[in-house]
């Protein structure tokens, strides 16, 4: 069965520090990939997208995300955080080969920067 | 520009009351969903329409009804709730069984 795991609930870093959110990912074939932020009160907004192609994908907001097949992740990154970054941090995989649209998400990563 | 909007954004219900969230999308997606969100959880898929017409089972479907009312609006339906479906619901919509998803805001249901 698919499944996403995120293994850290929890993450602080300084204001300007770099950031690294771990994802893995549990998929027979090759995965949709994704990461979604959720400012709070507010609804899920795509950061970025793994499909296929280049394995270093580019998001919004600075973020970039590397997809490893070896490793069975697909970690967020981001060189320099800033304080709106403050959010939590979702990562999805979809089923590739079918396009349904059915996401399997993983528990989330709450981000808080401190000044 | 609303895109996906949510209705109501805060309900409190008794144990065996039911009500019904409301979605409607304005970017002509064909395909509709609704998840819940639970702390610790992530959020999980419930139910799905890939178009209009047509409804199938997500991952936790037990005690939720749907209506894919017409292209735009989807619905979700608690016949007898629960304090189990205290959450925070999300509709989502995409372009035909696309995996790209654009979200509502939320509706936070609690039942006590």
């Known amino acids: 069965a698919q499944s996403v795991t995120q293994p850290d609930i929890h993450i602080t870093v300084s204001e300007g520090a770099s950031l690294e959110l771990r994802c893995n990912y549990s998929y027979g074939a090759t995965p949709y990939l994704f990461w979604y932020v959720q400012s709070p009160g507010q609804g899920l907004q795509l950061l970025l997208k793994?499909?296929?192609?280049?394995?270093l994908v580019q998001g919004i907001k600075g973020f970039e995300a590397e997809f490893k097949r070896s490793q069975s992740s697909f970690n967020l990154r981001k060189p320099s955080v800033h304080w709106s970054d403050a959010a939590e941090y979702f990562c999805a995989v979809g089923a590739g080969s079918s396009n349904t649209g059915k996401l399997i998400f993983g528990q989330g990563t709450t981000l808080q920067v401190k000044p | 520009n609303a895109g996906v909007t949510q209705t109501p954004k805060f309900q409190v219900l008794k144990t065996g009351q039911s009500m019904t969230l409301q979605c409607a999308q304005d970017m002509n997606h064909n395909s509709m969903y609704w998840y819940r969100q639970d702390p610790g959880m992530g959020l999980r898929l419930i139910y799905y329409?890939?178009?209009?017409?047509?409804?199938d089972k997500g991952e936790v479907p037990n005690g939720y009804n749907v209506s894919r009312l017409n292209k735009r609006e989807f619905s979700l339906r608690l016949e007898s709730a629960a304090p189990s479906q205290t959450s925070v619901y999300f509709c989502a919509s995409s372009e035909y069984r696309a995996n790209v998803l654009t979200f509502g805001a939320g509706s936070r249901l609690t039942v006590l």
């Open positions: 329409s890939a178009s209009e017409g047509t409804t």
């Open positions: 793994y499909f296929s192609g280049d394995t």
